[in-house]
C-alpha cells in the first residue's frame, strides 16, 4: 500500500519572504510522482524550482489558499 499522488490535493508552496504560489493538481500529482520514483523527499525536489521554500501545505483540489 503506498501513497495515491490525486489524494494530496494541491500543493501550497510559502517562501520564506512570506510569499505563497499554488501548484495545480497536476504539478503536484508530478512532483509526488518523481518523489516515489527516485526516492527523494517531495520538498527536496520542489527545492530545485523554489529555493526559498518555507513550508509546504497540501489543501483540496478547488481551495483557493
Request: charged content about 35%.
Amino acid at each position: 500500500m503506498g501513497i495515491d499522488c490525486s489524494d494530496l490535493g494541491r500543493a501550497l508552496i510559502i517562501r520564506r519572504d512570506g510569499s505563497r504560489r499554488l501548484l495545480s493538481l497536476l504539478e503536484t500529482i508530478e512532483l509526488c510522482k518523481e518523489s516515489m520514483e527516485t526516492g527523494k523527499a517531495f520538498h527536496e525536489i520542489l527545492k530545485k524550482s523554489e529555493p526559498e521554500l518555507k513550508v509546504i501545505r497540501f489543501v483540496p483540489d478547488g481551495d483557493q489558499e
